[in-house]
Nanobody, 125 residues
Framework: QVQLVESGGGLVQPGGSLRLSCAAS????????IGWFRQAPGKEREGVAC????????IYVNSARGRFTISRDVEKNTVYLQMNSLKPEDTAVYYC??????????????????WGQGTQVTVSS
């Protein structure tokens, strides 16, 4: 049973930083890619970042590139999303999911599953 649990969200001021965690069980990060997604009220869910297990390549949405970093700790079976220079438009519920495959690049959002309950990130002064 593949399961992912998000944590680490909270309330931060603009310009602040936050690190989200995605704890995986039922598989190892050597086998499956992990993506971070977010959804704000009234908006569609969008992909934020993804890390492949096959080659370690990472991809980012343009608005996050240079500010967010996705990484993994295979020993802890956990994927992280380090978010710096946060902006109010980053406010959303953040989810992690897996395409049940090693590669991020060949999979649309509809291929991803094992969504957790999400963790709320609020950026406000």
């Amino acid at each position: 049973q593949v399961q992912l649990v998000e944590s680490g969200g909270g309330l931060v001021q603009p310009g602040g930083s936050l690190r989200l965690s995605c704890a995986a069980s039922g598989f190892t990060l050597d086998d499956y890619a992990i993506g971070w997604f977010r959804q704000a009220p009234g908006k569609e869910r969008e992909g934020v970042a993804c890390i492949s297990s096959s080659d370690g390549n990472t991809i980012y949405v343009n608005s996050a590139r240079g500010r967010f970093t996705i990484s993994r700790d295979v020993e802890k079976n956990t994927v992280y999303l380090q978010m710096n220079s946060l902006k109010p438009e980053d406010t959303a519920v953040y989810y992690c999911a897996t395409p049940y495959s090693s590669d991020c690049h060949t999979h649309p959002q509809t291929d991803f599953g094992s969504w957790g309950q999400g963790t709320q990130v609020t950026v406000s002064s």
